[in-house]
């Protein structure tokens, strides 16, 4: 079983900045795909950015060039900061884990942390 916890939502005015964290634990893998999504009401649920430990991140167009992913493979936790935010980036944001097993995968999901854009 994997835990996924998130920290670091809020409010902030347009054009601030927030940082996002997600700590896992439990049987993960060696190279899980981690990553965030967000879901805006009634919107469905939408990638934002992922993650592997050896390759390049990927990157939703709508936040490319403001969102930076990234990730210490020793606490096992990934990080979003979000930079130049806009009030349609409000949404919850939920954290994301693929593991890979022998033969399946499989994906986690956190909580979801609130992130509101808004003067």
């Known amino acids: 079983q994997v835990q996924l916890v998130e920290s670091g939502g809020g409010l902030v005015q347009p054009g601030g900045s927030l940082k996002l964290s997600c700590a896992a634990s439990?049987?993960?893998?060696?190279?899980?795909?981690m990553g965030w999504y967000r879901q805006a009401p009634g919107n469905e649920r939408e990638l934002v950015a992922t993650?592997?430990?050896?390759?390049?991140?990927t990157y939703a167009d709508f936040v490319k060039g403001r969102f930076t992913i990234s990730r210490d493979n020793a606490k096992n936790t990934v990080y979003l900061q979000m930079n130049s935010l806009k009030p349609e980036d409000t949404a919850v944001y939920y954290c994301?884990?693929?593991?890979?097993?022998?033969?399946?995968?499989?994906?986690?999901w956190g909580q979801g942390t609130q992130v509101t854009v808004s003067s």
């Open positions: 994301n884990a693929q593991v890979f097993y022998s033969s399946y995968s499989k994906n986690y």
């Open positions: 439990g049987n993960i893998g060696s190279n899980p795909a």
């Open positions: 993650m592997t430990r050896f390759a390049a991140p």
